[in-house]
């Protein structure tokens, strides 16, 4: 198909909505390595797992079997609010930076949460109603998968308790006022409400919480309550699973063009999103079909892939949750403040890490500054304000388009922009004033973490 025959945005109609989600691990050779049991050290049974998550999500999470999976009819519908998503061809930043790549990206920022978190927020509360639990719990950190949650709670008639890092409570009331405008139920962590943030609060009087922290509370407010399980916004595979939809959409919309991606770029947390962009072309990478540069990017001050260990290492801070192969710094390492807030996590989906020990997707890691001056020239042209977290896959993609420019490469970058930053403007204010640092670990601090990976 000619050149000029692709437009701005590619949308796809209700009906090309994926049927299935795609489970990368059925086409994996080396598999993820299975979850722990922490207290026996054994691989983990559904029955291990029954008791914190959902019965049909801990299905989900030990299934390395079924390519797909269908998407029940509920969450379809749901889907069709706000997805298919459309994917953009960037030409007004192609034209901006003078180079002969083509750049396209898939826009998740559409739905109210400003995230692609709605994507699995909507199914595990699905399938917790489908189960006639009452609620769930849950950590939030920057705010977005509580405020995903929240609306997926909402939809459902769930009740739901997040534990808000209380840093981020008093930082971003209007994240925490969405929420409660949905429903739910947010407590800044550590709070008096459960046991570990009593002693919490009595160790470290005054202290403003962690992601960590948050996460214990939430454990174990869905384990003392009668009809409530926790649920978990990244890193586990039912999440990665769920957020296959952005890419099984991107793959619809470029082969109904004919594109073909030759770079494909993804910031990475706890990688959900990224692993949610990439599935279905690395599916193809590993049938032999088609080959790709699969790019994961992270912030310099959070470097799991590029700096990280690939261990077993506990998913939180209270060591209540499984054990999971991963790379990772440790769950003691506290990185430095760092404004992409959803990219903060001490770990790596498993299933990525596993990719990208068998050398089949790269990783870069980039700093802060570098990132917002990226943000800001994108949103120059393109007229979407980015988070600061989808920023830093914005940063590579230019950094890709700059060398095409350079070789005269009429390559193809796909990227994944996974959100909005409206409830970041203090970090922008920072780089508009001229204040923001970066902050990269010495050796040192990441020895203080690894100080802490348990030896199995
Ligand atoms: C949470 C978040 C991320 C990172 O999470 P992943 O699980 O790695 O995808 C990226 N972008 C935005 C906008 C987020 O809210």
Redesign the pocket.
Known sequence: MSEQKIPYKIYLSENELPESWYNIRADMKNKPAPLLNPETKKPCTEEDLRHVFCDELVKQELNDKDAYIPIPHEIREFYKMYRPAPLVRAYCLEKKLGTPAKIYYKF??NNTS????LNSAIAQAYYAKKQGLRGVTTETG?G??GTALSMACSYFDLDCQVYMVKVSYEQKPFRREVMRTYGAKVTPSPSETTEVGRKILKDHPGTGGSLGCAISEAVEAATKQEGYRYVL???LNQ?LLH?TVIGLETMTAMDKYGIKPDVII?????????GGLISPFMGRKLRGEADYKFIAVEPASCPSLTRGKFVYDFCDTGHVCPLQKMYTLGSNFIPSPNHAG??RYHGM?SILSQLYDDKLMEARSVEQTEVFKAAQEFARVEGILP?P??SHAIKVAIDEALKCKETGEEKTILFGL??TGYFDMYAYKAFNDGTMSDYIPTEDDLAKGFSGIPSI
């Open positions: 998740e920022g400003g995230s692609h978190k920057a977005q998968w916004g990244s890193v999440v957020q993804g910031c990475a947390g706890g990688g959900s999103n990224l959803g990219l989906s988070a977290e989808s996974t959100g």
